[in-house]
């Protein structure tokens, strides 16, 4: 399988987790995905919108544009943050599926006051993935403090198993 199969395919299953959190986490009222708790960020919708900025983030690093979205310092309203990951995921998905494998592997020089890297634009599309696995583990025990117990199998096996061919 060539790298360009492969990372498609993650992006694309980037896409679904957050399709299927979306419509999960649709079903559950607003003031229980605002609600507190101590965590990396602390409710449930703080956590979607810290996937939603950083997938913000490595998407402009992939395309190389200096334009993305912080999120920081904004009114979490809950449909317009699920919507605005779903969108962004989907456009991180189209974009890698249009790259070239030459495309996948181009390196891009990262500086910024937290780290530099000069690494192939898929290790980034990894990273940013693997971030958001993270985060929806978070939300999934965040939810399970709630009483949320419903959440849907997206583990990435399962999506290479049900996924549309």
């Known amino acids: ?3 360009k199969k492969v ?3 993650y992006a694309a299953y980037n896409a679904w987790v957050n399709q299927q959190f979306a419509q999960w ?3 559950k009222s607003d003031e229980l995905l605002h609600k507190e708790l101590p965590s990396s960020f602390s409710s449930i919708v703080k956590t979607l919108n810290h996937i939603w900025a950083t997938e913000e ?3 402009s690093i992939i395309a190389e544009t200096s334009e993305f979205d912080t999120r920081e310092n904004v009114v979490l309203v809950t ?3 699920i919507k605005g990951l779903v969108n962004r995921s ?3 998905a189209e974009l890698i599926g249009s790259m070239s494998e030459e495309e996948l592997s181009q390196t891009v020089k990262i500086t910024n006051p937290w780290f530099q890297c000069e690494l192939p ?3 980034y599309l990894m990273q940013v993935i693997n971030h958001g696995t993270y985060h929806r583990g978070q939300i999934v025990t965040i939810g399970r403090n709630f009483g949320i117990t419903d959440a849907t199998n997206t583990d990435y096996n399962f999506y290479n198993v049900v996924k549309p061919q």
Do not use: I, P, T
């Open 1 to 3: 399988m060539s790298l």
């Open 7 to 9: 990372m498609a395919n």
């Open 25 to 27: 986490l649709s079903s």
């Open 57 to 59: 983030y490595w998407y």
């Open 79 to 81: 449909d317009e943050v």
């Open 90 to 92: 989907n456009r991180l």
């Open 121 to 123: 634009k898929y290790e």
